[in-house]
């Protein structure tokens, strides 16, 4: 019996109740059932998983509910019909001046319809730190930033949001890359919540006009308005 108290708890219940002279047949059938058990558990995770991932992908633009820098959800059903351009954001980056081009974009077009979204990551040689107040203030005293700076998110690897999962899949980068390599990279969502346009972080906010100015001359979509995203122009 010695053997049996090293076995796993949910093994040593039902072999305690066996007579140490029971027949091999006997155990081997114990096992194998465990076995068995087991092993449907595990599949039945597997599809669980599988299921909920499929449910993510399914989603839309404006099914997600970031977070903004108190914690608070940031429902972005809220931006039906406007332009939107999203923008990976960090404090302390050779890129983070763009921050004035982006808030001037926010400033010039506005009031036709142009959103623009920081999300703050510090996947990146940890250009961000902080919390996620903290990367908000930075950008409104330093860079008088007025456009929406949400809460603090990874964009790659296990624990990326899922709205940059979406994001990457809609529209991946060069050869079909989807990560995203550096802080200020920019996707643009359309008035129908399609990804339309992906860019580097070296590409300027000014040098993004003539194709948000081409996205806001669009008329806003009737509700049952859908249709493919539109095909890039210049990718990563």
């Not at 996947?123 to 902080?130: I, S």
């Not at 550096?182 to 993004?208: C, M, Q, Y």
Request: hydrophobic share 30%.
């Amino acid at each position: 019996m010695s053997s049996l108290r090293r076995c796993h708890p949910r093994l040593l219940r039902p072999l305690q109740s066996i007579s140490i002279n029971s027949r091999p047949s006997t155990l081997a059938s114990l096992f194998a059932t465990t076995t068995i058990h087991n092993h449907n558990n595990h599949n039945n995770n597997i599809h669980t998983t599988a299921r909920k991932m499929s449910s993510a992908t399914a989603l839309d633009f404006y099914s997600y509910k970031p977070l903004d820098k108190k914690g608070e959800e940031y429902d972005l059903s809220q931006l039906k019909g406007k332009v939107v351009l999203i923008v990976n954001v960090a404090s302390k980056c050779g890129f983070t001046p763009q921050y004035e081009g982006l808030e001037k974009l926010y400033a010039k077009y506005q009031d036709r319809g142009l959103v623009v979204l920081g999300f703050p990551c510090n996947q990146f040689g940890g250009q961000a730190p902080g919390t996620s107040e903290e990367q908000v203030s930075f950008c409104t005293l330093t860079y008088g930033v007025k456009f929406p700076v949400l809460g603090k998110i990874e964009v790659n690897g296990d624990k990326a949001h899922p709205l940059y999962e979406w994001l990457k899949k809609e529209k991946p980068g060069l050869l079909g890359m989807k990560r995203i390599k550096w802080n200020f990279e920019k996707f643009l969502i359309s008035r129908d919540g399609k990804v339309v346009e992906r860019w580097a972080s070296t590409t300027s906010p000014a040098s993004l006009t003539p194709r948000i100015e081409e996205e806001l001359n669009k008329p806003e979509p009737t509700p049952a308005a859908t249709g493919p995203s539109d095909t890039a122009t210049s990718r990563l």
